[in-house]
């Protein structure tokens, strides 16, 4: 495995006496890789592949001794950047903490565009595909399930094979204007029913306006599901 050196930043740190003993570099260093270790086993269970690169911690970094287990965690999202810090840390009695900045490559499933996608185009199990791609080189995350696109718009055109992230969706509209629509209007416990009639259209989620088909008053309500809004009195 290619080694890399890691980049430290100490936050704290005490010159450990003689008399105290101190935390070695070889302890930091089997500390953060045992954490990734255990990261990549977690994530093989899940259909993911990973790969990490750990290398020396400087020798002349010396720490106080630790009467505790080493805590170590990410402190970057590790499927957002193939460069996630890892901040090693004593929860003991002579606390401190440092972070050690790593190489991670997370290669799996991920949905891609099986051909070029127009603005506004609704999304189908024909329109997508399923590549293995390293996940976490893009900042903006990745899906894998099609049950978590499927029926979604796509906000902006792309080509065949381009990796699709939760920016490039939009939820459809559930309510489009001139839909008749059930206009709920709750206080608490107590809720009144009336018929309405969309000026807008809106997703679930949205505020639109809506026209009280009985008291003919414009009033904006939130959508919650296709075909019915809520207001709050």
């Keep these: 495995m290619r080694i890399t050196k890691l980049s430290l930043t100490l936050l704290a740190f005490l010159i450990a006496s003689p008399a105290h003993g101190k935390t070695s570099a070889t302890e930091i260093q089997h500390a953060a890789q045992a954490f990734l270790e255990r990261f990549a086993l977690a994530q093989e269970e899940k259909g993911y592949s990973v790969t990490f690169a750990t290398g020396s911690v400087d020798n002349r970094v010396a720490l106080a001794d630790c009467d505790r287990e080493l805590a170590v965690d990410f402190t970057g999202d590790p499927w957002k950047s193939e460069h996630p810090s ?60 099609f049950s978590d ?15 699709i992230t939760p920016d490039m969706l939009s939820a459809p509209d559930a309510i489009q ?29 949205e505020q639109i306006m809506v026209e009280n088909l009985t008291s003919a008053r414009t009033i904006r309500a939130n959508v919650v599901a296709p075909g019915r809004v809520q207001v709050t009195m």
């Design 149 to 163: 696109v499927e029926g979604m718009n796509i906000r902006r055109a792309m080509n065949a094979g381009t990796l």
């Design 86 to 145: 890892v901040q090693v840390a004593c929860h003991g009695e002579r606390p401190w903490r440092m972070f050690v900045t790593t190489k991670v490559s997370i290669q799996g499933p991920a949905l891609v565009a099986a051909r070029p996608l127009a603005r506004g185009e609704r999304l189908s199990r024909a329109l997508v595909t399923t590549r293995t791609m390293t996940v976490n080189a893009s900042r903006r995350g990745v899906l894998k399930d």
């Design 177 to 205: 204007r001139g839909d008749h629509v059930v206009i709920v209007a709750r206080s608490g416990n107590f809720s009144v029913r009336s018929r309405g009639k969309a000026l807008s259209s809106g997703a679930i989620g």
